[in-house]
């Protein structure tokens, strides 16, 4: 029988694939080893595959391309309705298999090996950072139990972990302050370890002209340019710039019915990351009103006298993920209206 569909479930160890033919008749539904898998499409014509979009999809969907079938990757939450009753790796490989086929379906576009590298330095920066903030908080806590302070910051904390590491804070037990040392040691060098992240990523956004167009537009750095160029590419997956506004979660949540528009609060359905360094970069537009007036975006001061702030960083944040996405489609620098 010639297979025109299949669904591959995929796992760590055992996978599942589910295979149909051009009459809708069920081929095959089988238990695949991960050593198996690539062997046994090599013995299938080219067909449709069809793959849960997850960590390791984007691999497995380069290596399939490759012998010539043609494979798409769907977010998890759209297979979940073709799913029927129970829950097994036979019925996921099925319901995939028929979810890959709706006309309807939204897709993900196949990730390279150099932005999936690119991505791997944000989510090791990301969790570098993260790591530093629970040694401060750790710091903070143990100093104000022996009635030591902390000024806010980074920077602060920083300065308080050198001085614990030559000896200048005295006072305090011996078994604290050896505590507080290892905790100043470890908090110094993942600071330091952080400063090359920071690096490398501007070096690689200086050699990505995606994200140098990035660049161009106000309040985009290097590390939120190098993240949006490595997750979406071109941007060519979405239609228009609000449908990638909205696959950030950045437009309202839609409550209407009867003909009667109810909007609520933003989505939050999109890339987490991306959405928080959109709107830390807009927050910085928000303080240069302030700061700097001759400088502010006049749309921008005008939306500050009507809205909160925080309104309206999260509105120009759903403005610039719009200029994103034409800045990436038409290949070409942002140019500001004239007034």
């Known amino acids: 029988m010639q297979v025109t569909t299949v669904g591959l479930?995929?796992?760590?160890?055992?996978?599942?694939?589910?295979?149909?033919?051009?009459?809708?008749?069920?081929?095959?539904?089988?238990?695949?080893?991960?050593?198996?898998?690539?062997?046994?499409?090599?013995?299938?014509?080219?067909?449709?595959?069809?793959?849960?979009?997850?960590?390791?999809?984007?691999?497995?969907?380069?290596?399939?391309?490759?012998?010539?079938?043609?494979?798409?990757?769907?977010?998890?939450?759209?297979?979940?309705?073709?799913?029927?009753?129970?829950?097994?790796?036979?019925?996921?490989?099925?319901?995939?298999?028929?979810?890959?086929?709706?006309?309807?379906?939204?897709?993900?576009?196949?990730?390279?090996?150099?932005?999936?590298?690119?991505?791997?330095?944000?989510?090791?920066?990301?969790?570098?950072?993260?790591?530093?903030?629970?040694?401060?908080?750790?710091?903070?806590?143990?100093?104000?139990?022996?009635?030591?302070?902390?000024?806010?910051?980074?920077?602060?904390?920083?300065?308080?972990?050198?001085?614990?590491?030559?000896?200048?804070?005295?006072?305090?037990?011996?078994?604290?302050?050896?505590?507080?040392?290892?905790?100043?040691?470890?908090?110094?060098?993942?600071?330091?370890?952080?400063?090359?992240?920071?690096?490398t990523m501007r070096i690689q956004a200086r050699l990505s002209r995606q994200a140098q167009l990035l660049q161009t537009i106000p309040g985009v750095g290097p590390v939120t340019a190098s993240a949006v160029a490595a997750t979406i590419g071109s941007g060519c997956q979405f239609r228009s710039g609000r449908e990638f506004a909205a696959w950030l979660g950045l437009t309202p949540r839609n409550h209407s019915s009867g003909g009667k528009e109810r909007l609520g609060k933003i989505t939050k359905m999109g890339d987490r990351y991306l959405r928080q360094l959109i709107v830390v970069g807009m927050t910085s537009r928000v303080r240069q009103v302030a700061n700097h007036p001759e400088r502010a975006d006049p749309w921008l001061t005008k939306l500050l006298q009507r809205k909160p702030a925080r309104l309206a960083t999260v509105a120009m944040a759903n403005k610039t993920a719009r200029i994103m996405w034409a800045v990436l489609t038409r290949n070409e620098p942002y140019k500001p209206h004239a007034a």
Not at 16 to 22: A, D, F, L, P, R
Not at 110 to 118: H, N, R, T, V
Not at 126 to 134: A, G
Request: proline residues 4%; positive net charge; hydrophobic residues 45%.
């Open 9 to 199: 479930d995929l796992a760590k160890t055992i996978f599942h694939v589910h295979g149909v033919t051009e009459g809708g008749e069920v081929a095959f539904n089988r238990p695949l080893r991960r050593a198996q898998v690539l062997g046994f499409f090599e013995r299938l014509s080219p067909c449709l595959i069809g793959i849960e979009a997850c960590a390791s999809s984007h691999h497995w969907a380069r290596e399939l391309s490759k012998l010539g079938h043609t494979v798409r990757l769907m977010p998890p939450m759209y297979v979940k309705p073709y799913v029927k009753r129970g829950k097994s790796d036979a019925v996921d490989a099925e319901a995939i298999c028929e979810a890959v086929t709706r006309p309807t379906m939204r897709f993900v576009e196949i990730k390279s090996e150099d932005q999936q590298a690119l991505l791997s330095l944000h989510r090791a920066r990301d969790f570098v950072v993260r790591q530093r903030t629970q040694l401060i908080n750790m710091l903070r806590s143990l100093a104000a139990e022996f009635g030591i302070a902390i000024a806010r910051g980074v920077a602060r904390a920083i300065d308080f972990a050198k001085g614990i590491i030559d000896g200048k804070q005295s006072g305090l037990p011996e078994l604290a302050q050896d505590v507080l040392r290892v905790l100043s040691r470890q908090l110094v060098d993942l600071h330091n370890r952080l400063g090359w992240y920071e690096i």
